[in-house]
């Protein structure tokens, strides 16, 4: 895929460096000279020196032919114009847009940006879970066709329904999938279907958002 990203701040930049971890042609638009050097000679000439809120600056970036944008940036209207000019200068399939005013996330959706990332969510859910009996985090929120699906980071509580089972013996809520487990004294790791999940344990998984609930109580037990 090629993946442009917009914004090269700690978000930003984090985003670039693992998308060409994972053997994705990207690249970056950041307006400031001296962050653009930086990355650069970090990560090799990948990003662009410019306003992505410009025609111009995304043609020079070859948005035609991009797959996927990502408007990083810490202004909530630079991302949504930024995104505008993409969708419907570029044609480009898909948008993404970090929000944060929560207000204006509908705003995103009804002028055609697939899918908002409320950062502002993102951190009020990263002060709860500092509350040791806080089970279940919010990490992303990806609305987008029609579907919201929910980025969550889950803690295996003693007593509950997982904990002493492998995964392929949960009944798992339909399009739900347990993508890492964070145990301490080892490296995170994939589970398998013979992964059994021991008290503490932290899970990373996707799953649509009205099947939460049901995901929070197999693993939390309430």
Request: glycine share 10%; charged share 25%.
């Amino acid at each position: 895929m090629y993946i442009i990203i917009v914004g090269g701040g700690r978000l930003g930049y984090s985003l670039t460096k693992a998308l060409l971890g994972e053997g994705h042609e990207t690249l970056l638009i950041e307006k400031n000279a001296d962050v653009c050097e930086k990355i650069n000679k970090e990560l090799g000439s990948i990003c662009l020196r410019g306003d992505a809120c410009e025609t111009a600056i995304q043609a020079e970036a070859g948005t035609g032919r991009a797959d996927l944008l990502i408007a990083t940036t810490g202004e909530d209207e630079d991302n949504l114009v930024a995104c505008q000019v993409a969708k419907y200068r570029f044609n480009v399939p898909r948008t993404i847009a970090r929000v944060r005013v929560p207000r204006n996330e509908q705003i995103f959706k009804q002028l055609g940006v697939d899918v908002t990332v409320n950062s502002t969510n993102i951190i009020l859910e990263r002060i709860e879970h500092e509350v040791p009996s806080h089970p279940l985090t919010h990490l992303f929120c990806l609305t987008g066709d029609n579907r919201e699906m929910e980025i969550l980071e889950i803690r295996a509580a003693s007593g509950s329904a997982a904990v002493g089972k492998a995964l392929n013996e949960l009944l798992l809520p339909n399009k739900a999938v347990l993508g890492l487990v964070i145990r301490n004294g080892e490296k995170p790791f994939v589970p398998r279907g013979d992964t059994v999940f021991k008290p503490g344990d932290q899970i990373i998984a996707v799953t649509p958002t009205d099947a939460e609930e049901e995901l929070r109580q197999i693993f939390s037990g309430k």
